[in-house]
């Protein structure tokens, strides 16, 4: 980064903590409460997003995970997972402090933690859309970085998720 500006490029590929993968498809300059800013234009699957070219679009994104990155996460996921707050409120904000931070590895964390909540308990519905969404960014950067197949990314994740709530006490269905 230099004169505090982001400095990527058409075609770069990003990760939003939000959006999840991105590919930067072009600037534009656009006024907001009065002042000019330039913006990147991202692309996800989903959704079109402008992302500041200043150092506060920094804190939102990081580069696109490896082959030993996904790695290292699968064995995150495989772990026993750690509980949950049982309080809706305060398990929802953290949950939301944690997908912040951005970082493969404590989404992969959460992942498996918010897996292991639905295996011993009821979910509320937002706690399984946030769910939904983190496991299809987690497996659409997976296919994207280390060219693999769908199909098998989303195989991986189960069996990890499986080994890592084996020995939960099951009360309902899992996801």
Not at 41 to 60: F, I, K, M
Not at 160 to 170: H, Q
């Amino acid at each position: 980064m230099a004169n505090n500006q982001l400095e990527l490029t058409k075609g770069d590929w990003i990760v939003h903590n939000r959006h999840g993968l991105g590919q930067i498809t072009g600037m534009e300059t656009k006024e907001l409460l009065g002042k000019r800013q330039d913006f990147y234009v991202v692309r996800t699957e989903s959704v079109t997003y402008w992302l500041p070219r200043s150092e506060s679009g920094a804190e939102n994104i990081r580069p696109v995970a490896n082959n030993e990155a996904f790695k290292e996460a699968i064995g995150v996921i495989a772990q026993a997972p750690k509980p949950l707050e049982e309080n809706f409120h305060r398990r929802l904000s953290n949950i939301h402090e944690r997908i912040q931070e951005s970082s493969l590895l404590t989404k992969a964390a959460l992942i498996r933690d918010m897996y292991a909540r639905n295996v011993e308990k009821d979910v509320h519905i937002n706690e399984r859309k946030i769910f939904d969404v983190l496991e299809e960014q987690f497996i659409s950067e997976w296919v994207a970085a280390c060219n693999i197949d769908r199909e098998m990314a989303q195989t991986e994740l189960r069996k990890a998720l499986m080994k890592s709530s084996a020995d939960l006490k099951v009360k309902k269905n899992r996801f």
